[in-house]
């Protein structure tokens, strides 16, 4: 285990639950029928717990896309050839995708990160070079990456989030691209170290949350399901985690796109409980909505 590993796990603490109960009570004070918001009360609270207040504020959003080809895809496992990854990495530079419109829409800077991309990338201030090896090697005859690198993997993902922490983020999302693509590593413990939580996207990321758990099983206090992905397998590994996801808008693509989608809902869930009045305060009715 590296030293920035070990680190990390060192500073992963469970979420209060004493915030978290307080959070749920401050929503009964609040200027609308009990329970009326229904799970942005629950996820007002998740927040709540995470930042150690009962009244969250979102200071700024990041989503970090990891990109990476995998040499599986030599056994016909995808559609598309492996030349698509660096294609559509050109695109995300060039803001031509689809997380590009949505993150826009949830106000998030998004980042692009070289993690084993089979290709030379141009610079590019959206583009992090973190290229592990040129692509992970076909799991059915070797390891796909080697202790090593793996290792190495991890750390660049620890250092993704906590690049973008320090510009200001305190909610974070992963996504991934990759041709015959598996996992990637270490962003959500980093994001669990700092008390900060991170949205999951689809089966890609959530194994990546799997994982981390299984270092640090406090990480999932930190975690959102932003959605049900079509994939069969998502579902399993939500209820692995004991997530519930958010909007089931059958999403499929990846890159964080449904990750990006919930942004605004989880800041909305935060916005309610710093934002609104309570009754005691507006000098208003019990009865209201009623």
Request: contains cysteine; hydrophobic residues 45%; aromatic residues 4%.
């Amino acid at each position: 285990m590296t030293i920035l590993l070990e680190s990390t796990l060192n500073a992963i603490r469970p979420a209060g639950p004493e915030i978290y109960a307080q959070a749920l009570g401050r929503h009964d004070t609040l200027t609308k029928p009990a329970g009326s918001l229904c799970r942005l009360e629950p996820l007002g609270a998740q927040l709540a717990a995470s930042y150690g207040t009962p009244t969250p504020t979102i200071t700024g959003k990041a989503i970090a896309v990891f990109a990476a080809n995998h040499d599986n895809d030599d056994e016909g496992v995808s559609a598309y050839p492996q030349a698509v990854t660096a294609q559509m990495v050109i695109n995300f530079l060039a803001g031509g995708a689809a997380i590009n419109a949505l993150a826009k829409v949830a106000g998030a800077r998004l980042l692009i990160v070289d993690t084993g991309v089979k290709a030379d990338l141009p610079d590019h201030p959206t583009l992090l070079e973190r290229k592990v090896r040129w692509g992970a090697r076909n799991f059915l005859h070797a390891r796909a990456l080697t202790e090593a690198e793996a290792m190495a993997a991890i750390e660049a993902c620890i250092d993704t989030a906590i690049r973008q922490l320090d510009a200001g983020a305190n909610l974070l999302a992963a996504g991934d691209m990759g041709i015959a693509t598996t996992t990637t590593t270490g962003y959500y413990l980093a994001a669990a170290a700092n008390r900060t939580p991170a949205i999951l996207d689809g089966s890609i990321t959530t194994a990546a949350a799997l994982l981390a758990t299984g270092f640090a099983p406090s990480t999932r206090h930190f975690l959102i399901a932003s959605h049900a992905s079509h994939e069969a397998a998502h579902r399993v590994q939500l209820e692995q985690l004991g997530l519930e996801p958010l909007p089931d808008l059958q999403l499929r693509l990846g890159e964080g796109s449904g990750a990006a989608v919930a942004m605004p809902l989880v800041e909305a869930a935060a916005r309610v409980l710093a934002e609104m009045s309570t009754f005691e305060g507006a000098s208003g009715s019990r009865g209201m909505g009623e």
